[in-house]
């Protein structure tokens, strides 16, 4: 049974056995070997629930966390957890857009003494007994 279009007349048919016509090619006709079945809405989000609770168990997260991670690995389990696995909890939140990338931290130069730090150097070699240069 499939969904396809009669050869013969412009009409819809949601089962092979309903064309009179019979031209229905066969090539159109393997939905049922092709792996795919179509859904109804509860089951559809039954299965999106189910979803969500297992990566929100897997990752530690709220549901809605949850479904952004889903959304954005296009509702494939495995591939969250590949991710988290290869990234790491921060890595797959940033990969997701939940989380901003942290920032990168650059080595800062040593701050050059100024005028007042010069004085304060000074001023304690004068009080240890120390020739200022």
Known sequence: MCDVWCLVCP????NYA????GKLPEAMCDAPRSGYRVLDRAAAAR???EAMEGVGRLVGCAASTARL???HFR???QRVQNALIAHGLAGLYVAAGIAAAPPVHR???APVPGPGLWAQLCA???AAGLAVR
């Open 47 to 49: 299965l999106q629930q």
């Open 107 to 109: 080595r800062q130069a």
């Open 11 to 14: 009409t819809l048919f949601y």
């Open 75 to 77: 509702w494939d389990r």
């Open 69 to 71: 991670l889903l959304m």
């Open 124 to 126: 304690l070699r004068l």
């Open 18 to 21: 309903h064309c009179s016509h």
